[in-house]
């Protein structure tokens, strides 16, 4: 672990992902204790700055990006889905699946069952794979508790996995995932208990960074999705939103109306709800890992995005039924060949974007002076690799807060 001190990081590649793209050769970060103090071309390094260094690391030409950000995933839960996966495989839908009770509700049943301590066991080794990776924050949804009492168990072993792993974990509330057994047939009634009793407390609690609804044809309309955003806001908390990934309800021009940090999949969207996104700042949250393994066809509206400057960020979705997976980088490389990215639109929204859409864009996303030190150092010759190999990991070393977390510098 590097002394919190200050410490000079020469002879690198630097990737900034601020406003400006800018890539500096020959580049030098300065960190002090866990703040970046300093960054530009080596001749331009002040002597001060040197003299009061107390380790210098030589990087010795790599490259060096921001600290990844997945800002979408469902990273605790117990159980898998694999049944499913091979019921899907043989041409049953996600939607059929969901409707005769499996889906969410086979992970909700799983999770009730397993103990905080279970659900901390087998989420950890998820989320130790996503930093192997050069991630150093990660959002994590509720959404498979369904119970007061289980929902507040999955947040709590989310924070917990924050205060014992280098990463910075951002919780969502998402009892608004659907409607549980205990509910059938009264969603009202279900969202009612939500905003009048259980966002209040978790809340109160200090388990709830943001607030999540499942805006679905098979999870909630727009009006119930409505009670949620208006109750978050009335708390001060921000509100994402899964929105367009099946079917196009208007989810997305809603959220943009209750100026979301995000909407995320986005797969049926257009036009309209690409300008209500640029609108609002809402970032569109693109992921490909879920497109790639439930074989959709219907792509996000990209040429959209960007014609009204809609943010774009990309995230795993890690979550045991539509993406099984925990890699931010394949989900990157799916999103330049599956959705069209390309590699600096890739890069910035695993950084950046993803930041933005977690309302922490301030802080972390960017290199710069000011921000914490979290980044990642690189074994590659360009840094187009980073969104170009398939499976294979180029991360060399992993600093968080300006201490080296993972791997050699």
């Not at 030589?58 to 117990?78: M, N």
């Not at 943010?311 to 990157?332: F, Q, R, T």
Request: glycine share 10%.
């Amino acid at each position: 672990m590097s002394p919190l001190g200050v410490v000079i990081w020469r002879n690198a590649n630097l990737a900034t992902c601020d406003a400006g793209h800018a890539r500096i050769a020959n580049g030098v970060l300065v960190t002090r204790g866990a703040r970046i103090e300093w960054l530009g071309s080596a001749p331009q390094l002040p002597p001060a700055l040197e003299r009061q260094a107390h380790l210098t690391h030589d990087l010795r030409g790599a490259w060096v990006t921001p600290g990844l950000i997945d800002c979408h995933t469902h990273l605790v839960f117990a159980g898998t889905r694999a049944a499913e996966y091979a019921e899907r495989l043989r041409g049953v839908s996600y939607e059929e699946i969901a409707r005769r009770g499996g889906g969410i509700l086979t992970t909700v049943r799983a999770t009730r069952a397993a103990s905080a301590q279970q659900l901390y066991d087998e989420s950890a080794p998820r989320l130790a794979a996503l930093l192997d990776e050069g991630v150093t924050t990660v959002e994590i949804k509720s959404g498979y508790g369904l119970t007061l009492d289980d929902e507040a168990k999955m947040l709590r072993v989310a924070r917990r996995l924050g205060e014992t792993l280098p990463v910075r974990v951002r919780t969502s509330l998402l009892a608004a995932h659907a409607v549980p057994p205990e509910f059938t047939g009264r969603a009202d009634d279900y969202i009612h208990t939500i905003v009048s009793s259980w966002l209040p407390q978790l809340h109160a609690e200090g388990l709830v960074d943001a607030v999540d609804v499942f805006c679905e044809r098979i999870g909630f309309d727009t009006l119930q999705s409505e009670r949620v955003l208006r109750a978050a806001r009335e708390l001060g908390l921000p509100v994402k939103m899964h929105a367009e990934q099946l079917s196009n309800i208007g989810g997305s021009r809603l959220a943009a109306r209750y100026g979301a940090l995000s909407c995320d999949h986005l797969e049926h969207a257009g036009a309209e709800e690409a300008r209500a996104l640029a609108q609002s700042g809402s970032v569109a949250v693109l992921l490909p890992v879920a497109f790639y393994c439930l074989g959709q066809r219907e792509r996000p509206p990209l040429a959209e995005f960007r014609a009204a400057g809609t943010p774009i960020a990309v995230a795993s979705d890690c979550n045991p039924g539509s993406a099984p997976g925990v890699s931010l980088l394949l989900a990157l490389n799916l999103a330049t060949r599956l959705f069209g990215l390309t590699a600096e639109e890739a890069l910035a929204g695993g950084t950046r974007n993803a930041a933005r859409a977690l309302g922490i864009h301030g802080e972390v996303g960017s290199l710069e002076v000011g921000r914490v030190a979290d980044f990642a150092v690189w074994e590659v010759a360009d840094l187009e690799e980073l969104s170009y190999w398939v499976g294979y990991n180029r991360c060399r070393a992993v600093i968080r807060g300006g201490e080296v977390s993972r791997g050699s510098p």
